[in-house]
């Protein structure tokens, strides 16, 4: 699988929370510093280069199957790159 996306060249990472009011979903973008945004261009890194080293690829997600907490799925019906 290949990806359309350079992660090693990011040069800002944005983090955003949804949430459901009264008035229906609100999105809001939190502000991270520094720090914050190299760790989560870190983990990005590490897990897009854990899935390439997955010989078996993505598994078919199945909502009535039990998953582990770290696995490769994928929706059906979703493009995949």
Known sequence: MTL??????IE????GV???DD???VFEAVPVDKNVQEA?????????QMMQNDDNGPVKYEPSEKH???E???LPGWILF
């Open 12 to 15: 800002l990472v944005e983090f």
């Open 23 to 25: 008035k229906g979903q």
């Open 72 to 74: 490769y799925l994928y």
């Open 40 to 48: 989560l261009s870190e983990m990005v890194q590490t897990t897009w």
């Open 68 to 70: 582990s907490g770290l």
């Open 4 to 9: 359309e996306f350079d992660l090693t060249h």
């Open 18 to 20: 949804g949430r459901d």
